[in-house]
């Protein structure tokens, strides 16, 4: 085999590739052998007749097209691999020479693997996000508690006052006409809390239990279905029940109820602290992602559109999976959000360039660090994986991901250390 190669644009190559004459007459032989039986040939059993028969009969090339897909099966991917070549997508064939006798002559032209020109990685200068906990987000907190351990009662009577809930039932209509998904029984909705749309909850203020009244809202502009954006509603209500909610006293009590703590304080205090470790792990990982990006702002690299594609293609199907989880599909997501999966696509083209870039970037100054991971970090990983989807066995889960997934897992672990080393590199400031 002879291998030509020529860089014809950017990330596109071609390799010309011959094959011996010897080893496409072999190859003919190994398709005759394989398809021998879809010929009838007068005078001999099916399958049975000669191959020069056949050729006679059906032309010279009748076993040609199956022999030149042996033949690249065979060459192309040792061709990649002696040339160094890393292609992101199949390859475009041509066939240049083939017959009786002669070598095969085709050429692959392919995408390959953008090449990433590296900036400064070590050292950038990267703000650091601040995230500090102040009084009134625990006290938000601590009355979220306080809501959660509301006593709920039924006003036996009265009428519908803010912050009660009010049960109803309610039908929408649009220009006189019921619109799908706007009718609910037994809803329980509290005033005040702004779940509705516009002013739908005020107009409920002051009506008493079994009264009906007509509700005027109107939807906004951008509410997510084509045939509601912007329409006036009428809504028929009615009041079946009216319930009071009763908040416990924000004392050394109540914290003896909702947690372990004898004290009010002790309880503001544990609060504080929580947020203060979900804060600083929320700056954490947005520090390590703006490393991340002054790294890749100083690095140069053309991503293939082809790699976008396959990256959104991923990006849409960890989307349908999550929706699955949630009894929808795409196609319903598209209906009740106005979009569809063309500005799906063009929505998350940016993402998905940013995230190819990073993996290029990292990847690459893994290779120019010597960033490597051994068979102990594997595992280690490999471990963490498991445990994250709650296996039980978890010594046999970790050798079935390592057999299956071993590259992918050495990769990510490769990443990890990389991302860390720059982000121990780095200059940060405040």
């Known amino acids: 085999m002879n291998v030509k190669f020529e860089k014809v644009e950017t990330n596109t190559v071609k390799l010309e590739i011959s094959v011996e004459a010897e080893k496409f007459n072999e190859a003919v032989k190994k398709s005759y052998a394989k398809n021998a039986k879809k010929y009838n040939i007068p005078g001999f059993r099916k399958g049975k007749a000669p191959m020069s028969m056949i050729k006679k009969m059906y032309g010279e090339g009748v076993f040609y097209e199956d022999a030149v897909n042996i033949c690249i099966e065979d060459t192309y991917p040792q061709a990649l691999s002696e040339q160094d070549i890393h292609p992101v997508d199949y390859p475009e064939i041509d066939v240049v020479d083939l017959g009786e006798g002669k070598d095969l002559v085709y050429t692959a032209k392919v995408v390959v693997m953008p090449e990433v020109v590296l900036g400064q990685y070590k050292g950038v200068e990267v703000k650091r996000p601040i995230y500090p906990v102040t009084d009134e987000e625990v006290m938000t907190q601590l009355k979220s508690t306080q809501e959660k351990n509301a006593r709920v009662e039924t006003k036996a009577e009265g009428t519908v006052e803010n912050g009660d809930i009010a049960v109803i039932d309610f039908k929408g209509y649009i220009d006189g006409v019921a619109f799908e998904g706007g009718e609910g029984k037994d809803f329980s909705l509290e005033i005040g809390s702004k779940s509705f749309i516009d002013n739908f909850e005020e107009q409920l203020v002051g009506a008493a239990v079994g009264e009906s009244k ?39 009590e109540f914290a003896k109820e909702v947690s372990e703590f004898d004290t009010l304080e002790e309880l503001k205090n544990d609060i504080k602290s929580k947020m203060e470790k979900t804060n600083e792990e929320r700056a954490d990982r947005e520090f390590e992602e703006n490393v991340v990006n002054a790294v890749c702002d100083n690095a140069k690299v053309e991503i293939p559109e082809v790699m976008v594609s396959k990256e959104i293609d991923s990006m849409l199907k960890d989307m349908e999976m999550r929706l699955k989880y949630q009894g929808l599909d795409l196609p319903t997501y598209y209906q009740y959000t106005g979009s569809s999966e063309e500005k799906m696509r063009e929505y998350m083209k940016d993402t998905a360039e940013r995230k190819i870039k990073a993996d290029l970037v990292i990847g690459e100054i893994a290779k120019a660090e010597n960033v490597t991971a051994d068979d102990e970090e594997i595992k280690n990983r490999a471990e963490e994986i498991a445990k994250q989807y709650g296996e039980k066995d978890i010594e046999k889960t970790v050798d079935l991901l390592i057999k299956a997934q071993g590259e992918y897992i050495k990769t990510e672990v490769v990443n990890i250390k990389t991302v860390k080393m720059l982000v121990d590199n780095c200059k940060a400031t405040v």
């Open 214 to 252: 007509n509700i005027s809202v109107a939807f906004p502009e951008n509410y997510g279905r084509e045939e509601l954006n912007g329409k006036p509603a009428v809504f028929e209500v009615t009041v079946n029940e009216i319930k009071s909610k009763e908040l416990p006293t924000l004392d050394d």
